[in-house]
């Protein structure tokens, strides 16, 4: 009897979204692999996003969650694009412990495929791409702005990396689409040269890359992202990080209902007489609805805070 149970476990282990870290032992490169069906399809589902806005997203969040894979803890990086396409904002955010957000400007936005010359990137247009790192000894993010570079993400986060930080990467991402336009995978590959790299190492690696894509477009669940790793750059990579990665957002009610309280009395009466009682994550579309008891609770606080203040001034 256990033995099926053991076995459905280690599928699961084998299945799970994950993005792993490497480094080459001469230290001269780090490789990040995702693997983020789940996330994408997740992301699709929450949002109701057409295959174009998931494919995005898709993307976006995966950037982000091989960006933040090089962080610590809760640190985190965000990616915001603003581009004059149909798809409007792309924002993606991921924390190195694995939680990863993200949503599009225009869900149902589509571009015609068929057209001469279509590309990903007229879903984004021409545009900037911002990312943000919060770090534990910061104060402040830390952010870089770039033009868009094709709109496809991956060309994108190269040319930002390179401009903004001046790190040659090579980024992959890819996602497979069934035929109703749902993703079925997704993952991506990130490696970045440290300046003493040799460029043969990296044209042999980026070799590795395009050969893997090429003998298997499934690549990004038939192995695991560790295994990948050791694939495309042999057998003098150190794993030194493998995280389990999901769709999450911290938002609650409780969240929602301090933001609330910033506005004022007034404000707050004025919605609870007007019925606006539902309130609406954008990151990650969670619906709340606010009761009777939530609104005179607020109103009671507000009160109370007041009351203290003016008590405290005297
Ligand atoms: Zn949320």
């Known amino acids: 009897m256990a033995e099926p149970k053991l076995r459905k476990l280690k599928k699961m282990y084998q299945h ?63 990616i915001e694009i603003k581009g004059s396409g149909p798809l409007g904002l792309v924002y993606a955010e991921a924390m190195q412990v694995g939680e990863i957000r993200g949503f599009v400007g225009n869900s149902a936005a589509t571009i015609d495929m068929k057209a001469e010359n279509a590309q990903l990137g007229d879903g984004l247009g021409l545009g900037l791409m911002q ?38 990467s090579s980024v992959v991402l890819d996602e497979r689409i069934d035929d109703e336009g749902n993703i079925r995978q997704a993952g991506g590959i990130l ?50 990080a493998n ?31 007007k019925k606006q009682r539902e309130l609406v994550c954008n990151y990650c579309g969670e619906r709340y609805e606010l009761s009777d008891d939530d609104f005179s609770g607020l109103i009671d606080e507000i009160d109370a805070q007041s009351a203290g203040t003016s008590g405290g001034a005297s």
């Open 16 to 78: 799970r979204d994950r993005v792993a870290r490497g480094l080459t032992e001469d230290g001269h490169f780090r490789i990040g692999v995702v693997r983020s069906s789940s996330l994408a399809s997740h992301a699709q589902q929450r949002h109701g996003l057409a295959p174009l806005a998931a494919v995005i997203l898709g993307r976006a969040m995966s950037g982000a969650a091989l960006l933040a894979s090089f962080l610590k803890g809760e640190e985190r990086i965000i």
């Open 243 to 273: 995280t389990p990665i999901d769709f999450y957002c911290r938002c609650s009610i409780e969240r929602f209902k301090n933001g609330l309280m910033t506005l004022g009395r007034a404000e707050i009466e004025d919605m609870w007489r």
């Open 131 to 168: 990312v943000s790192k919060i770090l534990y000894d910061r104060g402040e993010p830390v952010t870089g702005i770039t033009d868009l570079a094709k709109g496809d993400i991956s060309a994108d986060l190269e040319q930002y990396l390179l401009q903004s930080e001046q790190i040659r």
């Open 191 to 240: 490696v970045q040269a440290m300046p003493d790299a040799d460029p043969e190492q990296i044209d042999t690696i980026v070799a590795n890359i395009t050969e893997l894509r090429r003998r298997n477009s499934s690549w990004m669940t038939d192995y695991r992202p560790d295994e990948v790793i050791q694939m495309i750059a042999g057998e003098n990579v150190k794993i030194v």
